[in-house]
């Protein structure tokens, strides 16, 4: 995206004003429209499509508060303060600005803050780039992907689908291993049978077996009535093991049974069914390691195996996150009647981040803003649960081109409201004087 095609609006009732910015702007390369009329620049941001608007806080008939709230969702507002307004600029980011510089002018500081909303738009246009790439290859069967890695999993899904051939899916949790499943068996030819899916895990020992094969009236306390298990319910269809590996080691010796017979006897019968099943497992653990410890019977892994789906973690996929997250806001969006976005430096955020609990942890993340935010636009400042980030730095959303007087303000402040504005114990704090903490607090307008 080059400089000539980024839409910029300067409004300000003071012509030199404008006539500096644009100077300043047009010698970066950029091509900006200037207005002096806060009537004609709320026609011009009501009717126009534009990337940035700079605008004064205080003018006649309309204020840049009132052009702030008409701009559109995807517009970056930086707001021009008078000197000593800092109350007025803190407002104005609450209210949606994505900075604002003090008159008079600091260009430095001016062209530091410009580029840095240049580059927060830079990255949303390579956002949209993605989002209309995304084409058959980057979904299938309600998985998202167009990651090298992912492509072969569906590569691989596409191939299994045509057999009966058990599959085992590896992965670690929140990768994805019931909707690889799911595509499994919506792309089989069992897609109008039964899909059955069950946790192995969240099943005590003592009532799996029943959960598996069934049982009849009064096997055992509590057995009320007969009860079919889940490899009859998907006769037909597929059936998922979730969380195989964590099956007792006793009942694995009678899966493998079924696995070879492809017969059930439920407990308290001596009736045997035939069943008809495409078996699906999958796991979060390492299976050959707790086959070495005895955890895990040898023989029951390779007929589960037959075929391996292993799945990427979202760290080695993060080319993939610009979709999933437009994915999960359309979809939250779509739940709550709103409709959310996200600003490029929160996809920043979002790629940087280390994902534990991978697209699980993704979907969750992103909720939690979104259901948390007070605008439709989030930006890096929604996400500083994950990020850790100083909430001071956070709210000014400074990033990494501060300058050092930059930093010192904001350290000092901090400091200063950790020990309740007492100087004195500041000054020994931060390893100077008094009169030099006052000047500083002077300089940078801390009171």
Sequence with gaps: MDSESIKILIVDDEPNSTILLRKVLEKRGYLPDTENDSRAALEKIQNGDLDIIISDLQMPDVSGSDLLKAKQDHTLFIMITGYGSIDSAVDSMKLGAFDYIGKPFN?????????????????????????????????????????????????????????????????????????????????????????????????????????????????????????????????????????????????????????????????????????????????????????????????????????????????????????????????????????????GDALEVLLKHKWKGNVRELENVIERALVSSETDMLGRHNFKFITGADDVIDDMDLGSNMELKDLEKIHIRKVLEENGWNKLQTAKILGIDRKTLYKKIKEYELE
């Design 107 to 343: 260009l430095d500081e001016f062209i530091i803050k410009f580029e840095k909303a240049v580059e927060n738009i830079r990255l949303s246009k390579q956002v949209d780039d993605l989002k209309t790439q995304i084409d058959e290859s980057a979904s299938f069967s309600s998985i998202i992907g167009k990651n090298r890695k992912m492509m072969r999993v569906f590569e691989m899904i596409k191939n299994v689908s045509r057999s009966d051939a058990n599959v085992l899916i590896e992965g670690q949790s929140g990768t994805g291993k019931e909707l690889v499943a799911r595509a499994i068996h919506h792309n089989s030819p069992r897609k109008d049978g039964p899909f059955i899916a069950i946790n192995c895990s969240a099943i005590p020992d003592n009532l799996l077996e029943s959960e598996l094969f069934g049982h009849t009236k009064g096997a055992y306390t509590g057995a009320v009535d007969a009860q079919k298990g889940v490899f009859e319910l998907a006769h037909g269809g597929t059936l998922l093991l979730d969380e195989i590996a964590e099956m007792p080691y006793v009942l694995q010796s009678k899966l493998l049974r079924v696995i070879e017979t492809w017969e059930i006897k439920p407990l308290g019968s001596d009736k045997v069914h035939k069943v008809d099943v495409r078996l699906v497992s999958a796991t979060n653990r390492n299976i050959r390691e707790m086959i070495e410890e005895k955890k895990f019977r040898e023989d029951l892994y390779y007929r589960v195996g037959t075929i391996s789906i292993s799945l990427p973690t979202l760290d080695e996929r993060k080319d993939d996150i610009p979709m999933l997250a437009d994915h999960f806001v359309k979809k939250i969006s779509a739940k709550m009647g709103k409709n959310f976005s996200l600003k």
